[in-house]
């Protein structure tokens, strides 16, 4: 069973930045992709941004540019940062194994941006 501990969110003004960070329980760990995602309110849980095992990233329009996914194999751990943060980044941000359907999902970390 994979357990996935999100941390690092919070309140912050628009223009502010943010660096979310993951715990993942899981062997092999740095032979997975891995994704972030988030869910707004009244929203579906869209996908972010993800890192193949090798280190390839890939992000949602929306996030291009502002965001970036990393990770620390040695930790087993998922990183985002964020910087430029908008209004509309407002959401619960989630990690998870990519693709993730079907998988189980941690309880996330709020990230509110509001002046």
């Known amino acids: 069973q994979v357990q996935l501990v999100e941390s690092g969110g919070g309140l912050v003004q628009p223009g502010g930045s943010l660096r979310l960070s993951c715990a993942i329980s899981?062997?092999?760990?740095?032979?997975?992709?891995m994704g972030w995602y988030r869910q707004a309110p009244g929203k579906q849980r869209e996908l972010v941004a993800f890192?193949?095992?090798?280190?390839?990233?890939n992000y949602a329009d929306s996030v291009k540019g502002r965001f970036t996914i990393s990770r620390d194999n040695t930790k087993n751990t998922l990183y985002l940062q964020m910087n430029s943060l908008k209004p509309e980044d407002t959401a619960v941000y989630y990690c998870?194994?990519?693709?993730?359907?079907?998988?189980?999902w941690g309880q996330g970390t709020q990230v509110t941006v509001s002046s």
């Open positions: 998870n194994i990519y693709p993730a359907a079907g998988r189980r």
């Open positions: 899981k062997s092999s760990f740095s032979s997975i992709a």
């Open positions: 890192v193949s095992s090798g280190g390839s990233t």
